[in-house]
């Protein structure tokens, strides 16, 4: 038995059967088994067993796992810079969201070569050196930061422009000034969008500057609103007694929306950019005479607001008229709100 196993050795085919497919012929490379730096470059190893499995497969997983060590060692860097960055922010340094993501693993690999590979002759293990230059890293996530920086930009953009979707003329301001800070993060040269960089600055600041205008307009205007808490007067007589408030020369605009409170006709006030608002709580009260007449009488009281503030700045004492009549249908509230209105004026 020894000596057929003698024999089949001395047979080159069946020699082969025992050697090493892909053994390199040179010593083992100072890259393997100790941290390996190559100046200007990320590097890392890669190893595959031989487990049975075709020298070509091993040689492409020995690839693959230097790339995923590869892509590893680059995204613990990143986010290490990431994290230093943050604690410097305290200083002024501002970020975005944005800012904080890391090179994804495909966009990264564009620029991996494979730089060598050994096939150790006792083991059959293959190793990969792989690597990718720093600067080609630095590159992809100057793409990758500009591109969200871009997507942000427009996103805050068209936040700032739609009056629609914004009607609070500070909520539009808020987010053009993000759309600005996100424009200062754009390389648009490396977007080959180097042309688009003047227009949108152009349209950042022109709306910027609209807005603006609109919030300075928007101080010198007053909302007003009646609301009357008890529903017995109809909508005709509150909105003469807003129309009163404007024949005493103070130059109001009615507030149209359905606010039943003054919080919610603040909140309605801010939106239209208002920078003060008059409400004006009406109530109504009727009762009848020992005579059968009835009597009715309005109480109204007058609030001013900051809305910029929001705070009252001006609670003058509440006024008061009577009118008398023999039922509901008699009594005249149109007068007794051209009292109250003259007393509050």
């Known amino acids: 038995m020894l000596g057929i196993l003698l024999a089949g050795m001395s047979d080159p085919a069946a020699a082969s059967l025992f050697t090493c497919d892909g053994a390199s012929d040179t010593p083992k490379p ?3 088994g100790k941290d390996y730096n190559l100046q200007g470059y990320y ?18 997983q020995s690839e693959a796992d230097a790339k995923q060590h590869l892509v590893e060692q680059i995204e613990v860097t990143i986010r290490s810079e990431n994290k230093q960055s943050k604690q410097v922010g305290s200083s002024g340094v501002t970020q975005s969201a944005s800012s904080e993501v890391s090179v ?3 966009e990264l690999l564009r620029g991996v070569t494979i730089r060598e590979q050994w096939v150790d002759a006792d083991t059959c293990m293959v ?21 969200l920086h871009y997507i942000q930009m ?8 739609d009056r629609e979707l914004n009607r609070d003329p500070q909520v539009r301001k808020t987010a053009l000034e993000q759309a600005k800070l996100e424009f200062n993060g ?15 600055a152009r349209k950042i600041n022109d709306a910027l500057t609209a807005v603006n205008k609109e919030l300075a307009d928007s101080q010198s205007r007053t909302a007003a609103k009646a609301f009357n808490p008890d529903g017995k007067l109809p909508a005709s007589v509150l909105r003469k007694i807003v129309d009163r408030l404007n024949a005493a020369g103070r130059k109001v ?18 939106e239209r950019g208002y920078g003060q608002l008059i409400t004006l709580k009406v109530d109504a009260r009727t ?23 929001d705070k009252p700045i001006k609670t003058p004492p509440a006024a008061t008229a009577q009118v008398i009549g023999w039922d509901n249908e008699e009594l005249n509230w149109d007068l007794a709100a051209d009292k109250v209105m003259q007393e509050l004026k």
């Open 43 to 60: 590097s890392a190893v890669g190893v595959a067993d031989k487990s049975g499995k075709p020298f070509a497969q091993r040689r492409q």
């Open 186 to 200: 754009i390389d648009f040269a490396i977007l080959n969008e180097g042309y688009a960089r003047e227009a949108y």
């Open 253 to 270: 605009e009615l507030l149209l929306d359905d606010c039943s409170d003054a919080g919610e006709c603040r909140a309605r006030a801010r």
């Open 30 to 32: 100072e890259w393997i």
């Open 127 to 147: 190793y990969t050196l792989a690597v990718v230059s720093r600067d080609s890293v630095a590159q992809t996530r100057n793409e990758k930061h500009s591109r």
């Open 287 to 309: 009762e009848t005479s020992a005579m059968g007449a009835m009597k009715g009488t309005m109480t109204i009281s007058e609030t001013v607001y900051d809305i910029a503030q």
């Open 104 to 106: 994804i693993s495909n």
């Open 154 to 161: 427009k996103t805050f953009l068209a936040d700032g422009t």
